[in-house]
């Protein structure tokens, strides 16, 4: 019988696991803090750990870290709320197993428990009998490698990195929610003078404003209600590194105001303490709003803002580079393999239609997330249309066409031609790529409708 440590701090959440998991044959110690968890760790040996991203004494990746360092061999799962899941996949290069995302689908929660326990005793066997084979590519450890696309907008995106990383220019990336600007920031980081450095996250939407200040720059222990111990603030941690800031838009205009000043003077005073502290970071920050408008309205200082956009980055939307739709899906999927443990080869051709068709309004984010609940639910060698959400099939009933102005050959073949060589001022090349077919294809159809 396999055991489990549970840490949690929400008590009827963390039972009501406590008794799934029970009936599921498992041996289950439950943990409601950090401090707790520590003590049962000492007192008895596990199997695996499932712990909270958040504890009311330390965070779950922090902790992640300690256990593993004292006992490496024990898989840890990352418990996280919906908004976390970025947070917890790139844990995930530090160690963690896997991650289960609230609220939980039970056979899910088996799946990932039941494929850690798995691949921890395949790892224990062969350490045992010392055979040298290669190592199993990491779940996520391209989680952070920016995947080059080959669309256009892919193209100018990448040339951006490369201009503003070697520098230390301030970079705001705008762009829709699910456009991958923390990977697009951690590409900055990587290819900068400070990789060797820090490169600190922060979802400045997930700090409550009475918080921010002891979360950027750190306080004593006794400083206010709860400080139990003194703590880091993230722009210590990110000090000689990278510090980056996403959805800054959320901030409330007084959290603005100590973080231009921080900014300002590159000196951060922890709460509670009188003695300053210097830093030396770099920051990138990101939102899907439009910020000038917020200045406009005065929910934005535009002092703040001139401060942290010295450069600019568009983060395009998936409609933006439907190019790279299938260069995304293809690596989504190797990532989905190797998280759950599967071998599908690739996608029906009808699978592939239905994602050119769709509008995938969530953008990357929805497109992994939608490959990965695919190839969870497929049992053959390809991911067929029958796994795919309710919603890829609405759209495609309700609005055929998906935008203003999309090109398919289905209907009105002639017509759509003619409208997409004019669209490209008759260069054939850019008119097979509107209209997804080989320019071979299309001088085909040129001749057969007699177009000139």
């Known amino acids: 019988m396999s055991k489990i440590l549970v840490i949690e701090d929400d008590i009827s959440f963390c039972k009501l696991l406590e008794k799934f998991l029970i009936k599921k044959a498992y041996d289950v110690t439950v943990a409601f803090s950090a401090e707790e968890a520590r003590l049962a760790m000492k007192k008895e040996s596990f199997d695996l750990i ?57 056979d899910e929660v088996l799946l990932v428990i039941t494929n850690a326990l798995k691949n921890s005793e395949i790892e224990e066997e062969v350490q045992t009998k010392e055979i040298k084979a290669p190592k199993k590519k990491e779940a996520t450890s391209s989680e952070n490698e920016f995947v080059r696309g080959i669309s256009v907008a892919s193209k100018k995106l990448l040339d951006h990195i490369h201009l503003v990383s070697p520098t230390d220019m301030s970079v705001l990336i705008i762009g829709e929610s699910g456009t991958g600007k923390e990977i697009i920031a951690k590409s900055i980081h990587q290819q900068s003078t400070r990789k060797n450095n820090n490169f600190i996250a922060v979802d400045c939407g997930a700090i409550p404003k009475e918080l921010a200040a002891s979360e950027f720059f750190g306080h004593l222990k006794g400083s206010f209600t709860g400080a139990i111990s003194d703590k880091m603030g993230y722009f210590e941690a990110a000090n000689g590194g990278t510090l980056f800031l996403d959805e800054i838009g959320n901030l409330s205009y007084e959290n603005q105001i100590q973080l231009l000043r921080a900014l300002q003077e590159r000196k951060i005073k922890p709460v509670g303490s009188n003695k300053e502290i210097n830093v030396d970071i770099r920051i990138i920050t990101a939102t899907n709003e439009d910020l000038r408008e917020a200045v406009k309205n005065g929910d934005f200082r535009e002092d703040l803002y001139h401060r942290i956009n010295e450069f600019s980055i568009l983060s395009p939307s998936l409609k933006d580079r439907e190019e790279d739709l299938m260069v995304f899906a293809e690596y989504f999927l190797e990532k989905a393999n190797n998280q759950l443990n599967k071998e599908i080869i690739g996608f029906s051709p009808e699978v592939v239609a239905i994602f050119q068709k769709y509008n995938w309004p969530g953008n990357l984010r929805e497109l992994q997330n939608c490959v990965k609940r695919a190839t969870l639910l497929t049992r053959g060698n390809y991911i067929e249309s029958d796994v795919l959400p309710a919603e890829f099939f609405q759209v ?46 299309l001088y085909n159809k040129l001749k057969q409708y007699n177009i000139d």
């Open 396 to 441: 495609q009933k309700i609005n055929p066409q998906n935008s203003n102005e999309t090109f398919s050959l289905s209907e009105n073949e002639k017509e759509t031609i003619i409208h997409a060589l004019s669209r490209t001022q008759n260069n054939k090349s850019e008119a097979a790529k509107l209209l997804k077919i080989t320019r071979k294809t």
């Open 50 to 106: 499932l712990t909270d991203l958040r504890l009311p004494d330390s965070d779950g990746i922090g902790l992640m870290s300690e256990f593993k360092t004292s006992n490496p061999e024990i898989p840890v799962i990352l418990m996280t709320g919906y908004s976390d899941v970025n947070t917890a996949v790139k844990a995930i290069k530090n160690g963690a197993a896997d991650y289960i995302s609230k609220p939980f689908n039970p």
